[in-house]
């Protein structure tokens, strides 16, 4: 697939996005966010975690409630690795340190807990639910624990490695992206550091992206893999790759952190890359990216992202919704969350 070396400015991304909100979370003692880990969207409400807490919002950014506390009961955790929605619209808390998954009906209200051996949970960065006994799972690199991708049978209790990365850390627990495979429909797509490539459950390599930039062919030689790599190679001007990837009906989102996007259409097969713009921003950017769903893309804004942003007089019209907000927004609050449609 070929167009990743075409540097295309971010001005070009706003031709991508047919409507943009933005609003600030309500902000209480009783749902305090340190960050945002992950998002989940439902009909009616908006579930955040950040690995601390795990809140529900309605959609318009009121606090609604909180699932499960922190503790030794059935209906407790002692920490977040993780959540996922299941098929049958249940909220799933994954708690690594107990080994324990813990149901919620969407409106808080517990269900039930299960318990597994806790070296099938004990790396888990993120999760989906494959059907109603499969998860499919991201995990964090430790050391030489490399697996990056794995399948839990939920019935019969095992993992299943998926896939790896030749990379080990030294001593440090890293993540792979934030948000570092896609489940669009019945698909789901991964990512892996430092690879042009998008591979795909029971598929391979789906997408194999060329680029003059140099890969590094040695990945098994790394073994202090770390956000310092990333730095490293883009002092060499090598490929660095991506950190995150999305699906919309159109497009495969892939994200290197917040420096810079490359877009895959579906249709045509065509290949953009997108640098984020130094100075004063004039057009719409995707920031901090979080969750996908349908031909919706949420991402997200810590206060003091937002206020040390600094718009173009003349900015698009989304931007415009930014600007306004930067205006009247609480400094001391709650993350804000951007809402994209894509055409």
């Known amino acids: 697939m070929t167009g990743y070396d075409t540097e295309v400015s971010a001005e070009c991304l706003s031709s991508l996005i047919s409507d943009f909100e933005c609003l600030q979370l309500e902000c209480k003692p009783e749902c305090l966010l340190t960050n945002i880990n992950k998002i989940e969207m439902t009909d009616s409400l908006l579930i955040i975690s950040d690995m601390e807490h795990l809140f529900a919002f309605t959609k318009d950014g009121k606090f609604s409630h909180v699932f499960g506390a922190k503790g030794n009961a059935e209906n407790e955790y002692i920490v977040i690795g993780t959540f996922m929605i299941d098929p049958e619209g249940k909220v799933v808390l994954v708690d690594p340190y107990s080994g324990k998954f813990i149901y919620f009906r969407q409106n808080g209200e517990f269900i039930s807990s299960t318990k597994v051996d806790q070296s099938i949970l004990m790396n888990i960065q993120d999760g989906c639910f494959v059907d109603k006994d499969r998860i499919f799972t991201s995990q964090y690199i430790y050391n030489d624990q490399n697996t990056a991708f794995t399948l839990i049978d939920l019935n019969k209790k095992i993992v299943q490695e998926v896939a790896k990365t030749p990379m080990r850390t030294d001593n440090t627990m890293e993540r792979i992206g934030f948000h570092p495979f896609s489940h669009y429909q019945d698909s789901i797509k991964w990512i892996l550091p430092f690879e042009p490539k998008v591979y795909g459950l029971n598929s391979g390599c789906i997408y194999d992206i060329l680029t003059s930039e140099t890969v590094c062919a040695n990945l098994g030689e790394i073994n202090n893999f770390s956000i310092m790599t990333y730095m490293d190679f883009m002092q060499k001007n090598m490929f660095i790759g991506f950190t995150d990837i999305f699906e919309t009906s159109g497009h495969i989102i892939l994200p290197c952190s917040n420096l810079d996007c490359t877009i895959i259409n579906k249709k045509d097969l065509s290949c953009r890359h997108f640098f984020t713009e130094s100075g004063k921003i004039a057009s719409m950017q995707l920031f901090g990216m979080r969750y996908a769903g349908g031909d919706t893309l949420i991402g997200m804004l810590m206060p003091f992202q937002l206020q040390n942003m600094e718009f173009a007089e003349n900015c698009d019209a989304g ?23 894509i055409e």
């Open 319 to 341: 931007l415009l919704k930014l600007k306004t907000l930067k205006q009247s927004f609480d400094k001391d609050g709650n993350p804000i969350i951007l809402f994209y449609s």
